[in-house]
């Protein structure tokens, strides 16, 4: 393992990402179809404005079809986010994560734009990957 | 550094509450203290379940987002009326205290786990694992 291994290396490119005026049924949609805890939100610029996760969603589950589709992501999402650069290393991510609690984080590059996220698993993977993924019958 | 056992990673003692607890107690450990997860046990220290910031978010009026006075006094009542064992997520996954580090990370990748409750040889409860845990151990030198 080399903690001075860039970011870049490990993060998933091109992520699902929704934008700011999008509806938050969208964001279920993709929650239900995808095995993901976290969107990225982008601008009309493609510049990144947010993060929405299944948490920020649970909270509108009493919410009606309607009501989801007249609800802008905006409204929900955690505003500037943290982010990192592609060239940081997983070190300094792993630290990142560790002080702050994340879950998952954008990378973004200058020009704040959306070039892929990572995620706490991404750093678990890396950290131990010659380990083979175990089944379990519990839930 | 795969053999490691659990007992030495672990968080020993963790926060749980009673089944019979309700839920407005539990959003105040959330409220103040930097956890995710909450394990519900007996009065034998057994895992009954374990609940997670999502499951109290789902409880939540689905105008709280506003952060109008109403929907929080609206919570405020209606998490007194909702016990933990009605929250809860039951059946939980459990590793145990001997168990090392390659057999868990296996487990939490597969899963995509974020906390796990740790069990002694008589089952009791002993500790908590989760993905910070697990990257604190292979990130053990900070780079900041």
């Known amino acids: ?139 | 550094m795969y053999n490691i056992k659990l007992s030495e990673i672990m968080t020993p003692n963790p926060i749980t509450v009673r089944p019979m607890d309700t839920m407005d107690g539990v959003k105040k450990i959330f409220d103040t203290k930097n956890i995710h997860h909450i394990i519900v046990v007996d009065e034998n220290n057994t895992v009954l379940g374990i609940i997670g910031k999502e499951n109290l978010a789902l409880l939540s009026h689905h105008m709280t987002i506003f952060n109008r006075q109403k929907e929080a006094k609206f919570n405020d009542y209606h998490l007194k009326t909702i016990y933990a064992k009605e929250a809860m997520t039951k059946h939980v996954a459990t590793l145990h205290d001997t168990d090392t580090i390659g057999v868990a990370v296996g487990i939490f990748r597969e899963n995509l786990f974020h906390a796990l409750p740790i069990l002694n040889n008589e089952q009791k409860l002993v500790g908590i694992l989760t993905t910070y845990d697990l990257l604190n151990f292979a990130f053990k030198e900070p780079t900041l």
Do not use: W
Not at chain 1, 16 to 23: G, K, N, Q, Y
């Open chain 1, 1 to 139: 393992m080399n903690p001075y291994q860039a970011i870049s290396t490990i993060m998933t490119k091109k992520p699902v990402c929704v934008l700011e005026d999008d509806s938050c049924q969208k964001v279920q949609a993709i929650f239900s179809e995808k095995s993901i805890h976290h969107i990225p939100v982008l601008n009309l610029n493609d510049e990144i404005v947010g993060i929405i996760s299944r948490e920020d969603m649970a909270k509108l589950i009493q919410s009606k079809g309607a009501e989801l589709d007249s609800l802008e992501v905006q409204t929900i999402m955690t505003a500037h986010p943290g982010t990192l650069s592609p060239e940081d290393t997983i070190g300094f991510a792993a630290d990142i994560f560790l002080v702050n609690k994340y879950h998952a984080l954008p990378i973004i590059d200058d020009d704040n734009r959306l070039v892929g996220i990572v995620t706490s698993h991404d750093l678990l993977k890396y950290a131990f990957n010659k380990i083979p993924i175990t089944e379990t019958d519990n839930d």
